[in-house]
C-alpha cells in the first residue's frame, strides 16, 4: 500500500514563494506519476502539475511559468515550486500517486493580498 504525504504548506504575502513537498512511501509501480491538485471548497480538483518517473513534467494552464515540479526517484519526493503567489492560489493542495490512485490528505497554501 502506498501512502502519501504532502507538506509545505502556509500563509504568504502576494507575490511570494512557497515549496510543497510530496512524498510516497512504499515501492512505487513504474512507470508511474506524481501530480497536484488543488481544491477549495464548494469547487472540484483542479490538476496544477504531473511527473513522471521518466522525467516528462505537465502543467495546468493556470501555473505555467510560475510553478515548477521536480522529483527525486530515490526518495519517492516530488517538489513543487510556486512562486509569485497569488490570492487565487489560495487552496488545499493534494498530491496522488497512480498507480495505484493514493492521495495525500492536503496541505493548505494561503496567500494574503
Known amino acids: 500500500q502506498v501512502q502519501v504525504v504532502e507538506s509545505g504548506g502556509g500563509l504568504v504575502q502576494a507575490g511570494g514563494s512557497l515549496r510543497l513537498s510530496c512524498s510516497a512511501s512504499?515501492?512505487?509501480?513504474?512507470?508511474?506519476?506524481m501530480q497536484w491538485y488543488r481544491q477549495t471548497p464548494g469547487d472540484g480538483r483542479q490538476f496544477i502539475a504531473n511527473i513522471a518517473d521518466n522525467g516528462n513534467i505537465r502543467y495546468g494552464d493556470s501555473v505555467k511559468g510560475r510553478f515548477t515540479l521536480s522529483r527525486d526517484n530515490a526518495k519517492n519526493t516530488a517538489y513543487l515550486q510556486m512562486n509569485d503567489l497569488r490570492p487565487g492560489d489560495t487552496a488545499r493542495y493534494y498530491c496522488?500517486?497512480?498507480?495505484?490512485?493514493?492521495w495525500g490528505q492536503g496541505t493548505q497554501v494561503t496567500v494574503s493580498s
Open positions: 496522488n500517486v497512480y498507480p495505484p490512485d493514493s
Open positions: 512504499g515501492s512505487l509501480p513504474s512507470p508511474n506519476v
